[in-house]
């Protein structure tokens, strides 16, 4: 299922632009003129599209078989930059509680919140950005 969940989230219409890839666990984003500043590093947009990405991939993994009976859209985010980001950027994220304390939630209360941390490194591992992203998780019905 991991990988059908991968391939979900890079079919996003926006991912697909952004050219968007796959590697196991990681979501990645290679600098290209397309995705560049003004300064030749990977622009701020760019590395956020992918940590937002990367924190969906993680919130469908996190939902399991209630994906299918529960939206999860985007409420808010923060992120710091360490680094500028050259070369390909990989995003790894990771829920900050335990998943299923955020399940018991949706299934009580029929919403929940779910934090993910976002990490960005560079080919040589070294993090350029680490982002905080809440996802609003609502049961449908």
Known sequence: MSFELQS????V???????LEGEGDWLSLDLTEDVSNHVGTM?????FSLAEAASGLCALRALGSLFVEARAVTRSATIEFRKPAVGRIRAV??????????????E?????NLDIV???VDRVD???????ITWALKRAG
């Open 8 to 11: 979900l989230v890079l079919s």
């Open 13 to 19: 219409p926006f991912n697909r632009h952004l050219r």
């Open 43 to 47: 622009h701020a947009g760019a590395l």
């Open 93 to 106: 994220a990771e829920p900050v509680r335990p998943v299923d304390e955020v399940l018991r939630a949706l």
């Open 108 to 112: 009580q209360e029929r919403r929940a």
């Open 118 to 120: 976002v990490k960005l």
């Open 126 to 132: 070294v993090e350029v950005a680490e982002l905080r």
